[in-house]
């Protein structure tokens, strides 16, 4: 089992920042892929960012590319995802999620564990 708390969320201006953070417990930290998703009122889950096991290896959604960065501490065990040039479509509940495996999962039905999510709003 691993345990997923997201924090760091919370209202922004358009343009703004904001840095989400995962803390996770329970089996190996390193043995997962870290995603971030997100999930807007009356929208599907969607995917946002993953980043590999070592934190070698990226990948983003073309909606945040450029503007978000994921990263993690595998000694701390945390994942994050700095935010910057907030837009109001960004709004939604972020949720940090695992996948045991060395692949980039990209699909909510890819991921083995998830957290109870961080809400995000951005006002224009």
């Known amino acids: 089992q691993v345990q997923l708390v997201e924090s760091g969320g919370g209202l922004v201006q358009a343009g703004g920042s904001l840095r989400l953070s995962c803390a996770a417990s329970?089996?190996?930290?390193?043995?997962?892929?870290m995603g971030w998703f997100r999930q807007a009122p009356g929208k599907e889950r969607e995917f946002v960012a993953v980043?590999?096991?070592?934190?070698?290896?990226?990948y983003y959604a073309d909606s945040v590319k450029g503007r978000f960065t994921i990263s993690r501490d595998n000694a701390k065990k945390t994942v994050s995802l700095q935010m910057n040039s907030l837009k109001p479509e960004d709004t939604a509940v972020y949720y940090c999620?695992?996948?045991?495996?060395?692949?980039?999962?990209?699909?909510?039905?890819?991921?083995?564990?998830w957290g109870k999510g961080t809400l995000v709003t951005v006002s224009s």
């Open positions: 980043i590999s096991w070592n934190g070698g290896r990226t």
């Open positions: 329970g089996r190996t930290f390193s043995n997962f892929a």
């Open positions: 999620a695992a996948a045991f495996t060395t692949l980039l999962v990209t699909t909510p039905g890819g991921m083995d564990y």
